[in-house]
């Protein structure tokens, strides 16, 4: 299947593919309403990979799940490609269809194989013919997945459960992909092989993507820009641009620049938890 290069050069001029204006969410239980967020305004452009960290608690998957539809915000105004979602405007069809989603779990059904579970989306969208049965075989060979693919869940390894899940976020072309902690359970060579084949997906599919991560340094390797929240409630108190060229590889994780935007963010994420205490 051909492949589809976005041109990274064009970055300057992309315009916003999500919106978010002045959010907030607030739980109420018997006793209290419980802000979880509270105005958070942030941008994502067409085809950027940008990462939100900061500590647990802080709000960051309430923001994506309130992207996608899960959650209604309190109040504010999240634009999603033009389309605009409050918290009286429930997300229509249209908009669920460009959007994919990956859990910290994969969550793939026991009883069918890794290919069928990659397939699943096609199926509940009503996808079909030779072309989208190449591209779950392209999705399974970027991530190894090719030889695997007639096995069940049982059968294979947790990093390659995890690789299942996040192709199959993939697979009827979302134009967005949002992703909660997806590699975060996996040991550190796993992640790493991870990262760098999602990278290699983002840069042949032209994705937008947000990533949720509490690994500063998997943020910095994979990210254009990188929001730091706060918590109690939950806040955007920092947005840090990485200007680390394209491809990134893991041997960038040595360099002085690589390791000074770490020390950056993590100095950030510590004040934070070092101003709670009273």
């Given at each position: 299947?051909?492949?589809?290069?976005?041109?990274?050069?064009?970055?300057?001029?992309?315009?916003?593919?999500?919106?978010?204006?002045g959010i907030s969410?607030?739980?109420?239980?018997?006793?209290?309403?419980?802000?979880?967020?509270?105005?958070?305004?942030?941008?994502?452009?067409?085809?950027?990979?940008?990462?939100?960290?900061?500590?647990?608690?802080?709000?960051?998957?309430?923001?994506?799940?309130?992207?996608?539809?899960?959650?209604?915000?309190?109040?504010?105004?999240?634009?999603?490609?033009?389309?605009?979602?409050?918290?009286?405007?429930?997300?229509?069809?249209?908009?669920?269809?460009?959007?994919?989603?990956?859990?910290?779990?994969?969550?793939?059904?026991?009883?069918?194989?890794?290919?069928?579970?990659?397939?699943?989306?096609?199926?509940?969208?009503?996808?079909?013919?030779?072309?989208?049965?190449?591209?779950?075989?392209?999705?399974?060979?970027?991530?190894?997945?090719?030889?695997?693919?007639?096995?069940?869940?049982?059968?294979?390894?947790?990093?390659?459960?995890?690789?299942?899940?996040?192709?199959?976020?993939?697979?009827?072309?979302?134009?967005?992909?949002?992703?909660?902690?997806?590699?975060?359970?996996?040991?550190?060579?796993?992640?790493?092989?991870?990262?760098?084949?999602?990278?290699?997906?983002?840069?042949?599919?032209?994705?937008t993507i947000i990533?949720?991560?509490?690994?500063?340094?998997?943020?910095?390797?994979?990210?254009?820009?990188i929001y730091v929240?706060?918590?109690?409630?939950?806040?955007?108190?920092?947005?840090?641009?990485?200007?680390?060229?394209?491809?990134?590889?893991?041997?960038?994780?040595?360099?002085?620049?690589?390791?000074?935007?770490?020390?950056?963010?993590?100095?950030?994420?510590?004040?934070?938890?070092?101003?709670?205490?009273?």
């Open positions: 299947m051909a492949e589809v290069k976005m041109d990274r050069s064009a970055k300057a001029g992309r315009l916003p593919k999500i919106i978010l204006s969410k607030r739980f109420q239980s018997r006793r209290q309403t419980i802000t979880a967020v509270e105005d958070v305004n942030m941008s994502v452009n067409t085809g950027e990979f940008v990462s939100i960290v900061g500590p647990s608690g802080c709000g960051k998957s309430t923001i994506i799940r309130m992207i996608d539809g899960i959650i209604r915000p309190s109040s504010g105004k999240i634009t999603i490609g033009g389309n605009e979602i409050d918290s009286q405007t429930k997300i229509t069809q249209e908009i669920v269809g460009k959007i994919g989603f990956t859990f910290q779990l994969p969550n793939l059904y026991p009883w069918m194989t890794i290919r069928e579970n990659v397939a699943l989306p096609l199926k509940i969208f009503g996808l079909r013919g030779s072309d989208w049965e190449d591209y779950v075989t392209y999705l399974l060979q970027t991530v190894k997945l090719e030889q695997y693919a007639d096995k069940y869940p049982t059968e294979i390894s947790g990093g390659m459960l995890q690789r299942a899940g996040v192709i199959r976020a993939m697979v009827y072309r979302p134009e967005i992909l949002l992703m909660d902690e997806p590699f975060g359970a996996l040991d550190e060579m796993t992640r790493e092989e991870l990262n760098l084949e999602l990278l290699d997906i983002w840069a042949d599919t032209g994705l990533f949720i991560t509490h690994n500063v340094q998997e943020a910095v390797l994979l990210s254009d820009r929240m706060s918590t109690n409630p939950g806040k955007i108190i920092s947005e840090v641009q990485i200007g680390l060229p394209r491809e990134r590889t893991l041997e960038m994780t040595n360099e002085d620049q690589f390791i000074a935007y770490c020390d950056t963010i993590t100095r950030k994420i510590g004040t934070v938890n070092l101003d709670k205490i009273k």
